[in-house]
């Protein structure tokens, strides 16, 4: 048994500037942060699976209403909140997803869920409630998930018809999908992303996050990776199978492939964005090509630090 593990955490990447921040405003950002990144680290300790760690990470930052993700998860066009999650386990390649869900409070574990007890990997939809129903989730109110400064980004964005990430400039206040990786003592990664996907969107978009090879992917051969960014290019450019595969395939060192993957490949297709993972020594890799990425991580090594701009 290695007796290494470590866990890293976002909290979205965007257009994050500390001239926009005030100071109780980022203390808050990092006290989340900090909570997510504690609990699952401490899963770790206790000797509990990379996919245990990065479920409870990932749930902590869904019931805060500061992160795009679960309670804060921002407006679709129709006023309505669609949220999409997948979570992944490196040594068998499992993987569990939902796309377009309404009412569920913590939509990972749903993920966890399907990867679990269903025969499948991606449910969406009526479909994914229903599933979600007979798995004994309960429904949450549209109170739990309304939030006055997510309601007035929806606003602007419909009056504007624009569909945005709620990276925007204009809009800073809050960010972000989130998404936890990890390794644990017996060698396993896993990843596990959230989010609410973008502002005033329509026509049952749905974004990288929620899908396998391209906002979250985990293979124990190379690494665990979890996205964050305008969705639409991170699937273009298949971008977390991406990294795994410059590292199998090219040899390149976790560092080096996801320098490859934000700085070049995504770059080259407009991709704004960032990434984090995690290989089996227990490396660790937080890329953007953005201001900045609400992002954390600590190591059993005793290394550990929080940070949002660049
Ligand atoms: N990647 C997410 C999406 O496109 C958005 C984000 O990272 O904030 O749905």
Redesign the pocket.
């Known amino acids: 048994m290695s007796k290494l593990f470590t866990i890293a955490i976002h909290g ?3 257009t994050i500037h500390k001239s926009q921040m005030s100071n109780e405003k980022e203390a808050a950002y990092k006290a989340v942060l900090s909570l997510a990144l504690d609990k699952g680290y401490k899963a770790l300790q206790q000797e509990n699976s990379a996919l245990d760690a990065v479920e409870i990470a990932v749930t902590t930052l869904e019931d805060s209403p500061l992160f ?1 993700a679960g309670k804060g998860s921002v407006f679709t066009h129709e006023g309505t909140h669609e949220m ?1 999650a997948s979570i992944m386990e490196g040594a068998n390649l499992m993987a569990g997803a939902v796309a377009g869900i309404s009412g569920i409070k913590n939509p990972i574990q749903l993920a966890r869920k399907i990867m679990e007890e269903s025969e499948h990997v991606f449910l969406a939809g009526n479909g994914a409630l229903e599933f979600a129903e007979e798995q004994g989730f309960s429904s949450e109110t549209d109170e739990y998930f309304y939030d006055e400064l997510r309601h007035q980004q929806w606003q602007e964005a419909l009056k504007n018809d624009k569909v945005q ?3 925007s400039p204009l809009k800073e206040e809050k ?3 989130v998404g936890a990786v990890a390794l644990d003592q017996f060698g396993n990664v896993a990843a596990a992303t959230s ?4 502002t005033n ?1 329509k026509f049952g978009r ?4 929620p899908m396998i090879g391209a ?1 979250n992917y985990a293979n124990n051969n190379t690494c665990a990776v979890s ?6 290019f ?1 699937i273009r450019g298949v971008a977390a199978y991406d990294v795994s595969c410059l590292m199998e395939y090219k040899n390149l060192s976790l560092e080096e492939a996801c320098y490859e993957v934000v700085q070049n490949r995504l770059l080259k297709i407009n991709g704004d ?1 960032g990434l984090i993972a995690v290989d089996q020594k227990g490396n660790v890799c937080l890329e953007f090509n953005t201001d900045g990425m609400y992002r954390g991580m600590k190591k059993s090594s005793g290394e550990e630090f929080i940070e949002i701009y660049d």
């Open positions: 979205g990447a965007g795009n999409d990430l709620d990276h960010f972000g999908t989010t609410g996907g973008m969107k749905v974004g990288d996050s906002g996205c964050t960014g305008s969705g639409e991170f964005g």
